[in-house]
Nanobody, 118 residues
Framework: VQLQASGGGEARSGGSLSLSCSTS????????MGWYRQTPGKQRELVATVTSARDINYGDSVKGRFAISRDKNTVYLQMNSLKPEDAAVYYC???????????????WGQGTQVTVSS
């Protein structure tokens, strides 16, 4: 399973950036897609996820500023009102389900750097 992320880069504090991530996996097998982020010395944390049932979950620190959306096998993250503390490596994640067994598996994309200057 491959996840191809794009976007990110550098923005000023208060600015905006967007990320996208696509998978070649059959959308029937995709339960959820989303974004996590990590900074050196810290655990990877939830940014936002969206399920096939359109249930959305945001990390507390990004609520009201970030928006996640999904179109088939692509997930998007619009990041507004960026803060320096949003700077991190952002990772795309897809949770896939095996239809017969209902078991789920997590797959991660390569991270993309987001830098926010004050």
């Amino acid at each position: 399973v491959q996840l191809q992320a794009s976007g990110g880069g550098e923005a000023r504090s208060g600015g905006s950036l967007s990320l996208s991530c696509s998978t070649s996996e059959n959308i029937i097998n995709i339960w959820s897609m989303g974004w996590y982020r990590q900074t050196p010395g810290k655990q990877r944390e939830l940014v936002a996820t969206v399920t096939s049932a359109r249930d959305i979950n945001y990390g507390d620190s990004v609520k009201g500023r970030f928006a996640i959306s999904r179109d088939k096998n692509t997930v998007y993250l619009q990041m507004n009102s960026l803060k320096p503390e949003d700077a991190a490596v952002y990772y795309c994640k897809a949770e896939l389900v095996v239809p017969k067994t209902k078991k789920t598996y997590d797959y991660w994309g390569q991270g993309t750097q987001v830098t926010v200057s004050s």
